[in-house]
């Protein structure tokens, strides 16, 4: 028979096996987990000077302080991010987008990271029109917004609700930083512009006595018909108090603008995305009070189910105290901890016991076997010549046994046992037998 291994070699294959279930563990761990943060992202944002190019830039700095490069896209305003982030070619992974623009249905790979600031919509004239119908714009140039924007979007709405369309005026497709500038030089008679009041662009209008900043009187009919729409108030004065600019309070109509990411999106990069929008947006504002953005509204989109957990708990807790890649590496050690804790700790706790039961199980075997030589001895169905060769036998394989030394006296016992049943086969024993009794 082939030499069995030692007590040393067996805790090596024990504990070999052992090592290949932490493995196993790992893997699938690793797989569970996914892959870590990319250290690159990539966010469509608006054209130069709107509020997404301005408050991509914030968002940019934030997230390079924890390692990760936000790469800014410029585009034609919401159409083209949701088109860019609806694309799975697309290398966009995080967007903004105002209301009304899309829907579960036409977006099903996208989430909400929730609102972040209102988006007024102001209509600029040249020349005091008062609260009179926009029919005295008949004939004349009106800036909407370029192709792509959310804001030619909405502008396209409301002025057709007042019968305004491309029959009636010649809607030019200006953004917000040229209708600015064309409305301030006489180029044009009216500009809609969809943009936040934190914005230089919109302090220059409303500052301008050339400019007249149009109020909607029938706000809550719009409302009414647009429910993602809301109304805010430009209070009088505000741009200028010396001045009076603007000469009455505004009412305007105000959709709310959110953070779009894919479905796809790292978590962590999500939860940093989160902290940057608490750290540029909670402060507050003209229309908003301290706190209220980012808010935990779905809008258009369903909010993510990070974001969810972020507005309830705040962010991961190891985020909150750690550098963000220490962070990630700190909870994937901990989500890898646990179940390696789950299987080396009974395995290192019970492991002797494990082998030693091993032992005694070969051990019991070789006793099973000499109490079978000695019951077909007893029934005389085992001839004398072939019961010695089976103890010779039986011998040789516990000499050949390597046993710790708690086990010695085992196989003391067990090698005393067959020479007794030798001797009861033999009424002169060999010497060697009675020699082995004796040592016993």
């Known amino acids: 028979m082939p030499a069995r291994p030692s007590f040393g070699r067996r805790l090596i294959w024990l504990y070999g096996l052992a090592a290949l279930a932490v493995i196993a563990i790992i893997a699938a ?6 892959p870590l943060p990319p250290r690159v992202v990539v966010m469509s944002t608006g054209t130069p000077g709107s509020d997404y190019d301005l408050v991509g830039q914030q968002y940019k700095a934030i997230l390079k302080r924890s390692g990760i490069d936000l790469q800014l896209r410029p585009s034609a305003g919401a159409v083209e991010n949701l088109a860019r982030l609806n694309d799975e070619h697309s290398s966009v ?14 977006s099903p790979g996208l989430d909400s990271l929730g609102t972040v600031f209102y988006q007024p919509f102001w209509l600029f004239t040249r020349g005091d029109y008062g609260n009179s119908r926009l029919q005295v714009l008949r004939g004349k140039k009106i800036s909407i917004g370029p192709v792509g924007s959310g804001g030619r979007v909405l502008a396209e709405r409301l002025l057709a609700l007042n019968g305004v369309d491309q029959s009636f005026a010649q809607l030019l497709p200006l953004s917000a930083a040229q209708a600015s500038d064309a409305l301030l030089r006489g180029d044009i008679d009216a500009a809609a512009i969809l943009i936040s009041w934190d914005t230089e662009i919109i302090h ?12 909607f009187p029938r706000v809550d009919a719009y409302r009414a018909l647009f429910p993602y729409l809301s109304k805010v108030t430009v209070p009088m004065g505000v741009a200028d108090l010396a001045n009076n600019r603007p000469p009455n309070d505004v009412t305007l109509l105000a959709p709310k603008a959110s953070l779009i990411v894919r479905r796809d999106l790292h978590p962590a990069i999500q939860y940093l995305l989160l902290e940057a929008a608490q750290d540029i947006h909670a402060a507050p504002g003209i229309f908003n009070r301290a706190g209220e953005f980012p808010g935990a509204e779905p809008g258009d989109l369903p909010l993510s189910k990070h974001a969810h957990q972020f507005f309830v708990s705040g962010p991961p807790f190891l985020q909150r105290y750690l550098p963000f890649w220490l962070a990630i590496l700190a909870t994937n050690l901990l989500v890898l901890l646990i179940p390696m804790l789950g299987l080396l700790y009974p395995l290192v706790r019970f492991s002797p016991q494990i082998y030693s039961g091993i032992i005694r199980y070969r051990i019991f075997a070789l006793y099973s076997e000499l109490r079978s030589i000695e019951s077909e001895l007893e029934q005389r169905t085992l001839p004398t010549v072939e019961a010695f060769a089976r103890l010779e036998r039986l011998e040789r394989r516990a000499d050949r046994m390597r046993l710790p030394i708690s086990f010695a006296s085992a196989m003391y016992e067990l090698r005393r046992n067959v020479n007794l049943v030798r001797a009861r086969m033999s009424p002169n024993p060999r010497p060697s037998d009675a020699q082995g009794a004796g040592s016993t």
């Not at 220059?204 to 109020?215: F, G």
């Open 93 to 106: 992974s995080v967007g903004f987008a105002e209301g009304g623009l899309t829907n579960k249905a036409q």
């Open 29 to 34: 761990t690793l797989w569970w987990l996914g």
């Open 204 to 215: 220059r209008l409303v500052a301008s006595p050339d400019i007249t900043t149009v109020t």
